[in-house]
Protein backbone atom coordinates (compact mmCIF):
# COMPACT_ATOMS: atom_id res chain seq x y z
CA UNK A 1 0.00 0.00 0.00
CA UNK A 2 0.89 3.74 -0.46
CA UNK A 3 1.27 6.30 1.46
CA UNK A 4 -1.56 8.57 0.29
CA UNK A 5 -1.88 12.34 1.01
CA UNK A 6 -5.53 13.76 2.22
CA UNK A 7 -4.77 16.54 -0.02
CA UNK A 8 -8.25 16.80 -2.35
CA UNK A 9 -11.27 18.21 -1.67
CA UNK A 10 -14.07 16.50 -0.02
CA UNK A 11 -17.56 17.15 -0.57
CA UNK A 12 -19.29 15.69 2.82
CA UNK A 13 -23.48 14.63 2.39
CA UNK A 14 -25.29 13.11 5.10
CA UNK A 15 -27.06 10.71 2.21
CA UNK A 16 -23.51 9.11 2.04
CA UNK A 17 -21.43 7.44 4.41
CA UNK A 18 -18.06 8.23 3.10
CA UNK A 19 -17.04 11.60 1.54
CA UNK A 20 -15.04 10.55 -2.00
CA UNK A 21 -12.45 13.22 -3.10
CA UNK A 22 -14.00 15.80 -5.02
CA UNK A 23 -12.06 15.03 -8.43
CA UNK A 24 -13.28 11.21 -9.45
CA UNK A 25 -11.08 9.08 -12.26
CA UNK A 26 -13.26 7.82 -15.06
CA UNK A 27 -11.53 4.71 -15.99
CA UNK A 28 -13.34 4.65 -19.12
CA UNK A 29 -10.57 6.19 -21.74
CA UNK A 30 -7.45 5.02 -20.49
CA UNK A 31 -4.43 4.90 -23.09
CA UNK A 32 -4.30 2.06 -25.48
CA UNK A 33 -1.50 0.09 -27.04
CA UNK A 34 -1.82 -0.92 -30.67
CA UNK A 35 -4.27 -3.79 -30.27
CA UNK A 36 -6.84 -1.80 -28.40
CA UNK A 37 -6.11 -2.79 -25.08
CA UNK A 38 -4.99 -0.95 -21.78
CA UNK A 39 -1.80 0.59 -21.92
CA UNK A 40 -1.04 -0.82 -18.37
CA UNK A 41 2.20 0.77 -17.60
CA UNK A 42 1.02 4.07 -18.24
CA UNK A 43 -2.27 3.53 -16.93
CA UNK A 44 -1.36 1.94 -13.44
CA UNK A 45 1.14 5.33 -13.32
CA UNK A 46 -1.93 7.57 -13.70
CA UNK A 47 -3.85 5.66 -11.26
CA UNK A 48 -0.73 5.80 -8.68
CA UNK A 49 -0.47 9.59 -9.43
CA UNK A 50 -4.21 10.14 -8.82
CA UNK A 51 -4.01 8.11 -5.56
CA UNK A 52 -1.19 9.35 -4.18
CA UNK A 53 -2.28 12.44 -4.54
CA UNK A 54 -5.88 11.62 -2.91
CA UNK A 55 -8.47 11.12 -5.27
CA UNK A 56 -10.38 8.28 -3.91
CA UNK A 57 -13.31 7.58 -5.99
CA UNK A 58 -13.19 5.45 -9.07
CA UNK A 59 -15.44 4.92 -11.94
CA UNK A 60 -15.72 2.07 -14.17
CA UNK A 61 -18.65 0.22 -16.09
CA UNK A 62 -18.96 -3.63 -16.97
CA UNK A 63 -18.71 -2.34 -20.65
CA UNK A 64 -16.03 0.24 -20.71
CA UNK A 65 -12.37 -1.36 -22.81
CA UNK A 66 -14.48 -4.00 -24.51
CA UNK A 67 -14.84 -5.79 -20.55
CA UNK A 68 -11.38 -5.15 -19.87
CA UNK A 69 -11.80 -1.73 -17.12
CA UNK A 70 -13.52 -3.31 -14.55
CA UNK A 71 -10.83 -6.34 -13.59
CA UNK A 72 -7.96 -3.80 -15.28
CA UNK A 73 -9.12 -1.63 -12.72
CA UNK A 74 -9.55 -4.21 -10.11
CA UNK A 75 -6.14 -5.39 -10.54
CA UNK A 76 -4.63 -2.20 -9.94
CA UNK A 77 -7.21 -1.55 -6.38
CA UNK A 78 -6.42 -5.30 -5.36
CA UNK A 79 -3.64 -4.21 -2.83
CA UNK A 80 -5.20 -1.11 -1.19
CA UNK A 81 -6.60 -0.74 1.88
CA UNK A 82 -10.41 -1.08 1.40
CA UNK A 83 -11.44 1.75 3.01
CA UNK A 84 -8.98 4.19 1.39
CA UNK A 85 -10.97 4.07 -1.84
CA UNK A 86 -14.33 4.25 -2.95
CA UNK A 87 -15.34 2.23 -6.11
CA UNK A 88 -18.22 2.51 -8.47
CA UNK A 89 -19.19 0.37 -11.42
CA UNK A 90 -22.32 -0.15 -13.34
CA UNK A 91 -25.04 -2.23 -14.78
CA UNK A 92 -25.59 -2.64 -18.53
CA UNK A 93 -28.93 -2.60 -18.28
CA UNK A 94 -29.18 -3.19 -22.28
CA UNK A 95 -27.90 -6.60 -21.46
CA UNK A 96 -30.52 -7.28 -19.33
CA UNK A 97 -33.53 -9.21 -20.34
CA UNK A 98 -34.34 -11.00 -17.20
CA UNK A 99 -33.71 -10.75 -13.36
CA UNK A 100 -31.54 -13.53 -13.39
CA UNK A 101 -29.37 -11.99 -16.42
CA UNK A 102 -28.74 -8.86 -13.77
CA UNK A 103 -28.10 -11.18 -11.04
CA UNK A 104 -25.41 -13.23 -13.10
CA UNK A 105 -23.87 -9.63 -14.29
CA UNK A 106 -23.87 -8.55 -10.88
CA UNK A 107 -21.80 -11.39 -9.48
CA UNK A 108 -19.46 -10.96 -12.38
CA UNK A 109 -18.65 -7.82 -12.02
CA UNK A 110 -17.42 -8.40 -7.72
CA UNK A 111 -15.56 -11.03 -9.16
CA UNK A 112 -14.02 -9.48 -11.98
CA UNK A 113 -13.21 -6.01 -9.88
CA UNK A 114 -12.20 -8.36 -6.66
CA UNK A 115 -14.60 -6.67 -4.04
CA UNK A 116 -17.12 -7.95 -1.54
CA UNK A 117 -18.94 -4.31 -2.19
CA UNK A 118 -19.45 -1.59 -4.20
CA UNK A 119 -19.55 2.04 -3.20
CA UNK A 120 -21.55 2.87 -5.57
CA UNK A 121 -23.70 1.31 -8.29
CA UNK A 122 -25.56 2.57 -10.96
CA UNK A 123 -28.21 1.43 -13.28
CA UNK A 124 -25.75 2.41 -16.46
CA UNK A 125 -27.67 5.39 -19.14
CA UNK A 126 -31.20 4.74 -18.68
CA UNK A 127 -34.01 6.33 -19.84
CA UNK A 128 -37.63 5.70 -19.36
CA UNK A 129 -38.41 2.81 -21.03
CA UNK A 130 -35.60 0.74 -20.13
CA UNK A 131 -36.04 1.85 -16.42
CA UNK A 132 -39.79 1.13 -16.00
CA UNK A 133 -38.43 -2.68 -17.77
CA UNK A 134 -35.92 -2.54 -14.66
CA UNK A 135 -38.92 -2.32 -12.78
CA UNK A 136 -40.81 -4.95 -14.28
CA UNK A 137 -38.13 -7.37 -14.46
CA UNK A 138 -37.97 -6.91 -10.66
CA UNK A 139 -34.23 -5.76 -11.05
CA UNK A 140 -34.40 -2.52 -9.22
CA UNK A 141 -36.08 -4.43 -5.96
CA UNK A 142 -33.04 -7.12 -6.37
CA UNK A 143 -30.66 -3.78 -6.34
CA UNK A 144 -32.22 -2.65 -3.19
CA UNK A 145 -32.02 -6.07 -1.60
CA UNK A 146 -28.43 -6.38 -2.93
CA UNK A 147 -28.02 -2.59 -0.74
CA UNK A 148 -29.69 -4.13 2.05
CA UNK A 149 -27.24 -7.11 2.27
CA UNK A 150 -24.66 -4.38 2.34
CA UNK A 151 -22.83 -5.46 -1.40
CA UNK A 152 -23.93 -2.19 -2.68
CA UNK A 153 -23.22 0.77 -0.34
CA UNK A 154 -25.08 3.92 -2.46
CA UNK A 155 -27.22 3.55 -5.15
CA UNK A 156 -27.93 5.69 -7.92
CA UNK A 157 -28.52 5.66 -11.93
CA UNK A 158 -26.39 7.14 -14.79
CA UNK A 159 -28.19 9.31 -17.55
CA UNK A 160 -28.11 10.92 -21.17
CA UNK A 161 -31.89 10.96 -22.20
CA UNK A 162 -33.83 13.87 -22.03
CA UNK A 163 -34.94 16.07 -19.06
CA UNK A 164 -38.71 15.10 -18.44
CA UNK A 165 -37.25 11.61 -18.31
CA UNK A 166 -34.87 12.18 -16.05
CA UNK A 167 -37.21 14.01 -13.47
CA UNK A 168 -39.68 10.49 -13.77
CA UNK A 169 -36.61 8.64 -12.86
CA UNK A 170 -35.05 11.22 -10.12
CA UNK A 171 -38.86 11.07 -7.98
CA UNK A 172 -39.47 7.48 -8.95
CA UNK A 173 -37.82 6.82 -5.23
CA UNK A 174 -35.37 8.20 -2.87
CA UNK A 175 -31.79 7.40 -4.78
CA UNK A 176 -28.43 7.97 -2.90
CA UNK A 177 -27.41 9.82 -5.87
CA UNK A 178 -27.60 10.73 -9.57
CA UNK A 179 -25.21 10.63 -11.64
CA UNK A 180 -25.47 13.42 -14.99
CA UNK A 181 -23.50 14.82 -17.60
CA UNK A 182 -23.31 18.50 -16.73
CA UNK A 183 -20.71 21.42 -18.08
CA UNK A 184 -21.41 24.76 -18.88
CA UNK A 185 -22.07 23.78 -22.39
CA UNK A 186 -24.69 21.00 -21.57
CA UNK A 187 -27.00 23.72 -19.58
CA UNK A 188 -29.57 22.50 -22.12
CA UNK A 189 -28.85 19.50 -22.57
CA UNK A 190 -30.20 15.84 -21.18
CA UNK A 191 -31.01 16.56 -17.19
CA UNK A 192 -28.79 20.18 -17.82
CA UNK A 193 -29.23 22.95 -15.18
CA UNK A 194 -32.74 21.82 -14.44
CA UNK A 195 -31.80 18.51 -13.68
CA UNK A 196 -29.00 19.97 -11.68
CA UNK A 197 -31.63 22.01 -9.27
CA UNK A 198 -34.44 19.21 -9.58
CA UNK A 199 -31.72 16.78 -7.31
CA UNK A 200 -30.75 19.78 -5.33
CA UNK A 201 -33.88 20.55 -4.21
CA UNK A 202 -34.60 17.06 -3.36
CA UNK A 203 -31.27 16.09 -1.73
CA UNK A 204 -30.29 13.80 -3.84
CA UNK A 205 -26.39 14.74 -4.25
CA UNK A 206 -25.07 14.80 -8.19
CA UNK A 207 -22.43 13.46 -9.20
CA UNK A 208 -21.23 14.96 -12.32
CA UNK A 209 -19.77 13.24 -15.81
CA UNK A 210 -18.23 14.81 -18.81
CA UNK A 211 -16.70 18.18 -16.72
CA UNK A 212 -14.91 18.83 -20.03
CA UNK A 213 -17.22 17.01 -22.48
CA UNK A 214 -15.05 14.33 -23.49
CA UNK A 215 -12.07 16.56 -23.68
CA UNK A 216 -13.94 18.97 -26.52
CA UNK A 217 -14.41 21.94 -24.15
CA UNK A 218 -10.35 22.38 -24.15
CA UNK A 219 -10.72 22.74 -27.98
CA UNK A 220 -12.41 26.17 -28.32
CA UNK A 221 -11.94 28.39 -31.01
CA UNK A 222 -9.40 30.66 -30.92
CA UNK A 223 -11.73 33.97 -30.41
CA UNK A 224 -13.01 31.82 -27.54
CA UNK A 225 -9.74 30.33 -26.15
CA UNK A 226 -8.28 34.66 -26.10
CA UNK A 227 -11.54 35.50 -24.35
CA UNK A 228 -10.43 33.12 -21.73
CA UNK A 229 -6.79 33.91 -21.56
CA UNK A 230 -7.68 37.35 -21.47
CA UNK A 231 -9.54 36.52 -17.62
CA UNK A 232 -6.39 34.57 -16.78
CA UNK A 233 -3.14 33.69 -18.88
CA UNK A 234 -2.13 30.61 -16.60
CA UNK A 235 -5.38 29.06 -16.75
CA UNK A 236 -6.70 26.65 -18.94
CA UNK A 237 -9.89 26.15 -21.02
CA UNK A 238 -10.38 22.69 -19.35
CA UNK A 239 -9.23 24.70 -15.67
CA UNK A 240 -11.90 26.66 -16.34
CA UNK A 241 -14.31 23.91 -16.87
CA UNK A 242 -13.92 22.40 -14.42
CA UNK A 243 -14.09 25.11 -12.36
CA UNK A 244 -17.55 25.97 -13.16
CA UNK A 245 -18.68 22.95 -12.17
CA UNK A 246 -16.94 22.58 -8.83
CA UNK A 247 -18.74 26.09 -8.23
CA UNK A 248 -22.27 23.63 -8.06
CA UNK A 249 -22.24 22.54 -4.29
CA UNK A 250 -24.34 20.07 -4.70
CA UNK A 251 -21.68 18.15 -7.58
CA UNK A 252 -20.33 15.93 -5.02
CA UNK A 253 -18.01 13.84 -7.38
CA UNK A 254 -16.92 15.29 -10.66
CA UNK A 255 -15.85 12.39 -12.91
CA UNK A 256 -12.94 12.97 -15.27
CA UNK A 257 -12.21 10.48 -18.28
CA UNK A 258 -8.49 10.82 -18.09
CA UNK A 259 -6.20 9.62 -20.67
CA UNK A 260 -2.39 10.74 -19.79
CA UNK A 261 -0.66 11.63 -17.12
CA UNK A 262 -0.65 15.30 -18.23
CA UNK A 263 -4.30 15.07 -17.33
CA UNK A 264 -4.70 13.43 -14.21
CA UNK A 265 -2.04 16.37 -12.88
CA UNK A 266 -3.72 19.35 -14.60
CA UNK A 267 -7.15 17.76 -12.96
CA UNK A 268 -5.83 17.45 -9.73
CA UNK A 269 -3.86 21.13 -9.75
CA UNK A 270 -7.33 22.40 -10.37
CA UNK A 271 -9.58 20.18 -8.02
CA UNK A 272 -7.62 19.75 -5.20
CA UNK A 273 -8.69 22.81 -3.91
CA UNK A 274 -10.97 24.21 -6.33
CA UNK A 275 -11.18 28.04 -6.73
CA UNK A 276 -14.54 29.82 -7.00
CA UNK A 277 -15.13 31.49 -10.27
CA UNK A 278 -15.59 35.11 -9.89
CA UNK A 279 -18.52 37.08 -11.46
CA UNK A 280 -16.55 38.37 -14.24
CA UNK A 281 -14.97 34.28 -14.85
CA UNK A 282 -18.28 32.94 -14.18
CA UNK A 283 -19.96 35.45 -16.86
CA UNK A 284 -17.50 35.06 -19.68
CA UNK A 285 -17.45 31.39 -18.98
CA UNK A 286 -21.16 31.65 -19.66
CA UNK A 287 -20.87 33.66 -22.56
CA UNK A 288 -19.13 31.39 -24.17
CA UNK A 289 -21.21 28.68 -23.77
CA UNK A 290 -24.64 30.42 -25.08
CA UNK A 291 -22.13 31.73 -27.90
CA UNK A 292 -21.53 28.44 -28.96
CA UNK A 293 -25.31 27.11 -28.36
CA UNK A 294 -25.85 29.48 -30.75
CA UNK A 295 -23.86 28.18 -33.48
CA UNK A 296 -26.51 24.82 -33.26
CA UNK A 297 -27.84 24.20 -36.39
CA UNK A 298 -31.32 23.08 -35.04
CA UNK A 299 -32.76 22.28 -31.60
CA UNK A 300 -32.90 18.45 -31.87
CA UNK A 301 -31.76 16.94 -27.76
CA UNK A 302 -31.17 13.40 -29.18
CA UNK A 303 -34.95 11.89 -27.70
CA UNK A 304 -34.87 9.30 -30.89
CA UNK A 305 -38.92 10.00 -30.76
CA UNK A 306 -37.99 9.94 -34.30
CA UNK A 307 -36.54 7.13 -34.74
CA UNK A 308 -36.37 4.02 -35.81
CA UNK A 309 -36.71 5.71 -39.57
CA UNK A 310 -37.86 3.46 -41.64
CA UNK A 311 -35.22 4.01 -44.41
CA UNK A 312 -32.48 3.57 -41.73
CA UNK A 313 -31.71 7.27 -41.33
CA UNK A 314 -30.01 7.69 -37.91
CA UNK A 315 -31.70 11.33 -37.39
CA UNK A 316 -30.25 12.46 -34.03
CA UNK A 317 -26.80 10.71 -35.30
CA UNK A 318 -26.76 13.06 -38.02
CA UNK A 319 -27.94 16.12 -36.50
CA UNK A 320 -25.62 15.51 -33.05
CA UNK A 321 -22.59 15.77 -35.67
CA UNK A 322 -23.50 18.51 -37.24
CA UNK A 323 -24.17 20.79 -34.21
CA UNK A 324 -20.77 19.60 -33.10
CA UNK A 325 -19.72 20.62 -35.70
CA UNK A 326 -21.02 24.04 -35.96
CA UNK A 327 -20.83 24.43 -32.17
CA UNK A 328 -17.08 23.94 -32.04
CA UNK A 329 -16.51 25.31 -35.67
CA UNK A 330 -14.61 22.29 -36.82
CA UNK A 331 -15.22 19.74 -39.09
CA UNK A 332 -12.19 17.73 -38.01
CA UNK A 333 -13.64 16.55 -35.02
CA UNK A 334 -16.55 15.03 -36.43
CA UNK A 335 -14.58 13.68 -39.57
CA UNK A 336 -14.06 10.04 -38.49
CA UNK A 337 -17.72 9.29 -37.48
CA UNK A 338 -19.09 11.62 -40.66
CA UNK A 339 -16.81 9.57 -42.75
CA UNK A 340 -16.75 6.27 -41.44
CA UNK A 341 -18.19 4.29 -44.11
CA UNK A 342 -19.94 1.43 -41.75
CA UNK A 343 -22.51 4.29 -40.98
CA UNK A 344 -23.12 5.15 -44.83
CA UNK A 345 -25.79 3.75 -44.76
CA UNK A 346 -27.48 6.20 -41.79
CA UNK A 347 -26.82 9.37 -43.38
CA UNK A 348 -29.20 11.73 -45.04
CA UNK A 349 -28.79 10.66 -48.22
CA UNK A 350 -30.96 7.75 -47.38
CA UNK A 351 -33.90 9.72 -46.67
CA UNK A 352 -36.51 9.69 -49.19
CA UNK A 353 -38.77 12.20 -47.46
CA UNK A 354 -41.60 9.72 -46.40
CA UNK A 355 -42.37 12.58 -43.84
CA UNK A 356 -42.94 9.45 -40.91
CA UNK A 357 -40.55 11.21 -38.54
CA UNK A 358 -42.50 14.75 -38.37
CA UNK A 359 -45.32 14.58 -36.64
CA UNK A 360 -42.89 12.92 -33.51
CA UNK A 361 -41.12 15.30 -33.48
CA UNK A 362 -41.62 17.55 -29.54
CA UNK A 363 -39.07 20.01 -31.33
CA UNK A 364 -41.12 20.38 -34.46
CA UNK A 365 -38.05 20.16 -36.85
CA UNK A 366 -38.60 19.46 -40.42
CA UNK A 367 -36.71 16.47 -39.75
CA UNK A 368 -36.01 15.88 -43.60
CA UNK A 369 -35.36 19.67 -45.00
CA UNK A 370 -33.11 19.72 -41.77
CA UNK A 371 -31.30 16.36 -43.40
CA UNK A 372 -30.89 17.75 -46.47
CA UNK A 373 -29.21 21.13 -44.92
CA UNK A 374 -27.06 18.99 -42.41
CA UNK A 375 -25.95 16.82 -46.12
CA UNK A 376 -24.85 20.09 -47.99
CA UNK A 377 -23.28 21.89 -45.06
CA UNK A 378 -20.58 19.01 -44.29
CA UNK A 379 -20.32 18.23 -47.94
CA UNK A 380 -19.45 21.68 -48.71
CA UNK A 381 -16.99 21.46 -44.85
CA UNK A 382 -15.45 17.94 -46.52
CA UNK A 383 -14.14 20.08 -49.37
S1 LIG B 1 -38.54 11.73 -43.67
FE1 LIG B 1 -36.52 10.84 -43.98
S2 LIG B 1 -35.69 10.68 -41.96
FE2 LIG B 1 -37.87 10.97 -41.70
S3 LIG B 1 -38.70 8.90 -41.52
FE3 LIG B 1 -38.81 9.49 -43.69
S4 LIG B 1 -36.91 8.73 -44.60
FE4 LIG B 1 -36.63 8.72 -42.38
S1 LIG C 1 -35.15 15.12 -34.42
FE1 LIG C 1 -36.67 15.57 -32.87
S2 LIG C 1 -37.54 13.60 -32.31
FE2 LIG C 1 -35.65 13.17 -33.41
S3 LIG C 1 -34.11 12.99 -31.83
FE3 LIG C 1 -34.08 15.11 -32.47
S4 LIG C 1 -35.48 16.16 -31.08
FE4 LIG C 1 -35.88 13.98 -30.88
Keep these: MWYKFPMMEQRKTARWNVAPSLLGFGVMRMPLNEDGTIDRTEG ?21 HHGESEPYLGSFLKDLDRSSFQVATKLPQWQVESLDDAKRLFADQLARIGVEYFDFYLIHSIGKTAFLKMVDLGVLDYLIEEQQQGRITHLGFSFHQIYEEFEYILRYRDWDFCQIQYNFLDTEEQAGRAGYELATALGIPVIAMEPIKGGSLMNLDEKMKQTMADLDPSATAASYALRWVADHPNVKVILSGMSTVDHVRENIAT ?23 GRLGNSCTGCTYCMPCPFGVDIPGNFALWNKARMFQSYQMIERAWEDERHAEKRPPSCT ?31
Design 353 to 383: ECGVCIPLCPQMIDIPADLKIVQQELTALKG
Design 271 to 293: LKKPKPLSEKERDTIEEIGEAMR
Design 44 to 64: DAMLRLAYQNGVTYYDTAYTY
